[in-house]
């Protein structure tokens, strides 16, 4: 093995505590944790693979990488350690069967099948089931399998462990939110009893993408809490956690301190930084020891040695310090090209048009062999698209030598450098929409840094990417708002509030309103700005998913009647909005049409939301030819922007609008939403596309399946906090519990849904629905016939109430088995 291949793992400490934990497994049973820390690039990965590489037999190893995006779920996080572990001897018997009746939960509109189901043709046991069985119940999952095993296995202690196993016998009656602690504690259970015989080593890589800024005392919004839930229970070995920043855990639970321990790495040791130079060249003794102790032991400088060597070797003298390192490099570069390198350090990210602008401005060298070289060297990272940024070692040691005033000049140019790229990429279809939009992120950060750009500019630029469909550059964008207003305590409180406005929107998209909530605290704001009355729009939306209508009400009133523009425009939309779901269709119809007309033809994102606000209106209304053709108009325009988010709501909508037209339809329907918005993660629409699943698929009389998708949707709109979508879903739940022969349960359920809306200020008209369902089932109830009348009131349809009962009816007789 090279010198360069060994460069970031011999740390003979750090090997010695590491030796000492592993040896510490087999003397406390335990949790333990090894937390090693260190900054970006020190090379932590790499330790990881050598840690694992030298861990003897009497371990298993397994390897959790959270750079992959998949591998910060929980289910995929655990299919991976499974697969893996599985390969190593491990028996998963209980696990996988608690994995099975997860996915059956989650896709209840899917056979469970090889074709289908998780470990199918990994795990012996659930491959015998599937072989054997003609059949497995989607509501009892659980039950069923247990049941199979009699048949599945042979031996008996396996199949006496699996079928005496409480928690196996509890899970169809968890909801998921139990169930999926319950896949975590029979998988460290698994593991656990399988460490009688041969510990474990689990190597978690790259904790910070899980949470990429945790709060003030440690915490992180809860990103890592499923992390958290499953290192806690792995008793019988040790799990090694690569980070930048010491787990903070203790803030959670005080128990933490005495299961993590914390270990930084810091520089190579002397031996690995002269066997690095070597290898590269530098082997005269006195220039080998003078930059390997200049350089601390950070890869980097070691490597700008080796760049100065390469370019010079008969020029490497004796370094001093690191900072000697960087000044012995640039003393070798031409002068030209070391003032570009100046230049390009205020950027965060460059290609080779802004280094040409860059060169024009300042009169410096910008042709392609310039740029050439300066690339060439090890700190210049090559990005996608033709991009590249430098070490920030480098960036810190170059912007030393720059004013504030010439690095503002620079951030201006810059801003107005990518201002240029987004108008030329903007009409390009496939570009992409992260590569279209990133540009205006960039833009974003060069005026913040040169103090140049108001928060209104920078929700204009979110709004461009947004109808790019780069809503990924949004997110990026607050998180340089975050990192500039941390460093900048007296910046301009516009510009908080621009970032909390946009971090608001984007929690919203999610569907997350308690988020939004918590970082808008007081509902009572001054409207009189664009961005402090976009700001009181979100807070107030997150409002009326929680069930406060009438706060939320008020606040769109005022932003609309008081504000002009793209905010008055996006208050008429709210205001249109909950009009609709109070029950003032004439009205909601009236002003969303008006809000179209004042957008413009190239505001496609708002156009879009208001087709897709009629055609909700007119499916409420059970008109569902007129909501077809408006949902089909949506989604041309989301379209036109690539708008994921957008198209997504859409395939739920459809599904939404199937259950009602065609069933069969609709499941399918509700699987490719569902596939959609969990990519998203829109826990709301997760919810309302289960509805429409567990809608469909009642009407089709596959009733454990409805009741199985109920479960889901509810989970979902929890978490959301939608309490009125949830009281929907009981409602259409309810019919389910009547073509199951549960009639006073229905009734108590219709009872309850209605009181809910009543509750939240919502849809009048589906009381009335449901004080017509009770009327059929011969249902006397006086607190649902009051209801009812304080509802009719409310309800004013595009056409006759008549009218409305008698599709009203028609509906109901889909639903509750009958035919019209």
Known sequence: MSALQRQFFNREALLAVYDEELYRVALDSGPRILNIVGVGGIGKSRLLQELRNRTGPDFRTTRLDLQIPALRQQEDALAVLRTDLGEQGVKFDRFDIAYAVLWQRVHPQLRMDRSNTPFAEESELLSRILDESTGIPVFGTAAGLVRLTG??????????RIQNDQTLRDLDALSNAELGYAVSY??????????????????????????????????????????????????????????????????????????????????????????????????????????????????????????????????????????????????????????????????????FEAFRVLGRTFDLPANLLTWESLTAYSFAYPLSQGWYRLHQLMVTALQSHLSATLKRNVHTLLRSYWEGVVE??????????????????????????????????????ADRAVAMGGRQAVTGIVQDLRAFLSSRPGADPEIREAADCLEAESWLTLGNARAVIDLTPAIEREVSTPVSARLSLAAAN???????????????????????????????????????????????????EEVYRMSAPGDAVIRADVKRLLHLGHRFLMDFEAAAVLLREAEAEYRRTQDVFGLANIQTNQAELLAFTDPEAAVAAAGVALESQRELGAQHEIGKAYTAMAMAQTRLGQFDRAASSYLSAHTALDRAGYRSGKARAEMFRAFLLLR???????????????????????YPSLVLTIRRAAERLGDDNRELTDAAARARPLVRPLGTMEALAHRTDDVLSLFLGETT
């Not at 990429?425 to 750009?453: K, M, N, Q, T, Y």
Request: proline residues 4%.
């Open 542 to 592: 997150a409002r009326r998913i929680a069930g406060e209508s009438l706060v939320a009400s008020r606040i769109f009133q005022q932003v609309w009647d008081i504000q002009t523009g793209a905010v008055k425009i996006s208050a008429g939309f709210c205001v249109a909005d909950i009009k609709m779901w109070q029950g003032d269709f004439a009205g909601a119809f009236a002003l969303a």
């Open 151 to 160: 048949r599945a296995l042979s031996n008996r202690q396996r199949k006496q």
């Open 740 to 762: 199951q022969g549960e009639r006073d349960t229905a009734l108590v359920t219709l009872r309850r849904a209605a009181a809910e809306f009543e509750a939240c200020d919502v």
């Open 424 to 461: 030329r990429i903007d009409g390009i279809p496939d570009g992409g929409a992260v590569s279209r939009s990133s540009p205006l992120r960039e833009a974003v950060f060069h005026g913040l840094h040169a103090e140049s750009i108001a928060g209104e500019q920078i929700h204009d630029y």
């Open 186 to 351: 029979l998988f460290a259970e698994e593991l656990r009893e399988a460490s009688d015989e041969q510990p474990f080593v689990l190597y978690v890589d790259a904790y910070e993408a899980l949470v990429p800024t945790p709060l003030p005392g440690g915490k992180s919004f809860g990103a890592d809490a499923w992390l958290r839930d499953v290192l806690g229970q792995l008793h019988g070995g040790l799990t090694v956690v690569a980070s930048r920043e010491p787990l903070q855990w203790a803030a959670y639970d005080a128990d933490w301190a005495s299961v993590i321990r914390h270990v930084r790495v810091e520089g190579l040791p002397m031996g690995a930084r002269l066997e690095l130079l070597a290898a590269a060249g530098i082997t005269e003794g006195r220039k080998q020891r003078s930059i390997a102790e200049a350089s601390a032991g950070v890869p980097f400088y070691l490597h700008l040695a080796v760049d100065t060597h390469l370019q010079n070797p008969a020029q490497v003298e004796a370094m001093i310090t690191s900072e000697h390192i960087v000044q012995r490099f640039l003393q070798h570069v031409a002068p030209d090209e070391i003032r570009m390198l100046e230049l390009l350090s205020v950027a965060r990210t460059f290609d």
